[in-house]
């Protein structure tokens, strides 16, 4: 897919995923990323410290799949981490919309002390089979 008109616009500074945490993807076996896409948001019934939401939101950000985590950002305050061994397919949803969406869905509670509310993480690529395709094969070997 396309780079969102947003990371276009602002280059560099919207959707890239920092140096220090590229730094540790890479280090964790970086298998999948996305940088400077249009990312959707699904909130219902989110409560964070200073934020709560029901409704989508779309920002630019990126996402990236490691042999160990997910992680996720959308603008500066959406930012999602997802170790792999605390995801099991009853807790947490993903798959792929229209082919050309890959999505992960889970109850913000499981992962954050300080979150609750169920969230919806929608990155559109063009590797959204792949990513089901490894995460299937990570949470499987896991």
Do not use: C
Not at 25 to 43: K, N, P, S, Y
Not at 84 to 95: A, C, E, F, P, T
Not at 100 to 122: K, M, P
């Amino acid at each position: 897919m396309a780079k969102s008109w947003i990371a276009r616009f602002w280059g560099h500074m919207t959707g890239k995923v920092p140096e220090a945490l590229l730094e540790q993807i890479q280090t964790e076996g970086l298998i999948l990323m996305d940088e400077g896409i249009l990312i959707g948001l699904r909130f219902k019934k989110y409560k964070a410290p200073n934020q709560r939401f029901t409704g989508i939101k779309h920002f630019g950000g990126y996402g990236a799949l490691t042999h160990k985590r997910f992680v996720s950002k959308g603008y500066s305050i959406y930012n999602f981490d997802l170790p792999l061994d605390r995801i099991s397919q009853k807790d947490v949803q993903y798959g792929t919309r229209k082919g050309q969406y890959f999505y992960i869905s889970f109850e913000a509670s499981d992962f954050y002390d300080d979150r609750s509310g169920w969230v919806e993480v929608r990155l559109p690529t063009p590797k959204a089979e792949e990513y089901v395709r490894r995460l299937d094969a990570l949470l499987a070997a896991g």
